[in-house]
């Protein structure tokens, strides 16, 4: 497979549709109409070697706990087409299933780059319903079905372990620290380069643009780690599982030989065992595997849990009613929850995501108790922040009152720093902007909104120069 083969214009657009409608709209109505003279001056730099990826256009600030902040890279569009058009390309090499192992799907069908028919596949995959259980980090994949897909087998494996007495007791818990951080990129292309056959010139493309998308920080100095979790995140996820399977596959007849049960999400590891000892051993055994590709379990995240405790963590039966629409049960599930969860915890951006779906979807789910539920915890921060568009406009038809509440979630937003929140509310006012007029938000009121979201951007040049504009010139 050759570089003029899969950077194209029609893949181009494919790819630039998706950016257009992100929550860093970086992809403009004039960007679209111009796109043959600005691929065709792309594929000139590639062929003649004189591409290099751009220093972006900044950060993404994401509360992840008490004042700690993921920043995700904001890349041009330019530098986003050629990522994701060499990750496509290598997709059906690089995506494979492992059992238990979840994180990461065909994006597309077989062949669907090369063929040149990558916009029409795509247009397809984001015709399918969108579906906002959980959405961590606000990645929006270009394939809701696959992810939602992926993410309910993960749910169900989880749930159905849970329920195994066969499998022992006790469950371990851990996740990779900073993995996307962590990747050894020479070890990644060594690994590709011995998977993939004839397309070298594709896999060196992939190589320097590792080393160099993160010019912003790093300058002219090539990294030798760290692949960008961009704000799409899918080709960085094909990248990160494929960097695991070694260790996955290793790690699987491990736990197999002791009789263990071993699932993974991403960087999240999850075992079941007959012994809380047990699993410790395995989990060093992961150590002493991840050690060897760089990369080391987070102490501070690891948790032992039994059967019972963490299928209640998880709140997987909550999970599981919801998505059987089963109100009856749903609700007994959340006043279980909201028993427990002042002393053992749980995830509950996940119960309220969960929530505003089967109060969304199931009348009869709308009791004093779930609204009382949800508000009260919405109320606050650290858990509307975690909201995306779709989510917070069930919020609004769930609660109604829209110009009053909006308002007062505005104002929330704005007593904090992180900018990815204020980008998905500018997205929002933006996209459903009929549903407010509707509700009796004017177009003067939206506008005003957008306006002191830009004034208050929390020092991000993305709200001030790319988020606010974009809204405002939407509605």
Avoid at 50 to 65: A, Q, V
Wanted: net charge neutral.
């Amino acid at each position: 497979m050759q570089l003029e083969d899969i950077v194209t214009v029609k893949n181009t657009r494919a790819i630039w549709k998706k950016l257009q409608t992100s929550i860093v709209p970086i992809v403009g109505k004039d960007d679209l109409a111009n796109i043959i003279a600005t691929v065709e001056s792309l594929v000139k730099s590639l062929g003649n070697n004189s591409y290099i990826p751009n220093i972006g256009h900044g950060y993404l600030g994401y509360l992840k706990n008490a004042g700690c902040t993921r920043f995700v890279p904001i890349l041009t569009k330019e530098d986003m087409a050629v990522y994701y058009l060499l990750v496509l390309s290598l997709q059906d090499y690089i995506v494979r299933d492992l059992p238990g192992v979840y994180g990461a799907w065909r994006i597309v069908p077989k062949n669907a780059v090369k063929e040149n028919s990558l916009e029409e596949a795509l247009d397809n995959q984001n015709n399918e319903e969108e579906h906002e259980l959980v959405d961590p980090y606000f990645s929006d994949s270009f394939a809701k079905k696959a992810w939602f897909k992926d993410w309910t087998s993960f749910t169900d494996l989880l749930r159905e372990t849970c329920d195994d007495k066969s499998v022992g007791s006790y469950v371990l818990t851990s996740d990779i620290a900073n993995f996307y951080d962590t990747i050894d990129i020479n070890t990644l292309i060594d690994r590709v380069r011995s998977t993939v056959q004839d397309s070298s010139e594709i896999i060196s493309l992939l190589s320097y643009f590792l080393r160099f998308w993160d010019r912003r920080i790093k300058g002219y100095s090539a990294s030798s780690k760290g692949i960008p979790q961009e704000i799409i995140s899918d080709a960085s996820r094909m990248l990160a599982n494929f960097y695991l399977r070694p260790f996955d596959e290793s790690f699987i007849n491990a736990c197999n030989a002791e009789g263990v049960v071993y699932i993974r999400w991403a960087d999240d590891i999850v075992i079941f065992g007959s012994s809380p000892a047990k699993l410790e051993r395995l989990m060093h055994r992961a150590s002493r595997l991840l050690l060897n590709i760089g990369l080391n379990l987070s102490a501070a995240k690891t948790r032992h849990y039994t059967r019972s405790s963490f299928k209640k963590y998880r709140a997987l039966d909550l999970i599981s009613a919801v998505n059987n629409k089963d109100y009856k049960r749903y609700l007994r599930e959340l006043k279980s929850f909201d028993d427990r969860y002042g002393e053992d915890g749980g995830r509950i951006d996940t119960v309220l995501k969960a929530s505003l779906n089967m109060l969304s979807n199931e009348p009869k789910s709308k009791t004093t108790f779930s609204l009382y539920f949800i508000e009260k915890h919405l109320a606050k921060y650290e858990f509307f922040c975690l909201l995306n568009e779709g989510q917070m406009l069930k919020k609004y038809k769930i609660f109604g009152d829209v110009k009053k509440n909006l308002r007062k979630d505005i104002d929330l937003l704005l007593m904090y720093p992180y900018a990815a929140p204020r980008a998905t509310m500018l997205s929002f006012l933006s996209k459903y902007s009929k549903f407010l007029m509707a509700e009796g938000v004017s177009k003067v009121d939206i506008g005003k909104m957008i306006t002191l979201i830009s004034l208050k951007n929390g020092g991000s040049e993305i709200i001030e120069e790319i988020c606010a504009p974009a809204a405002e010139a939407k509605i």
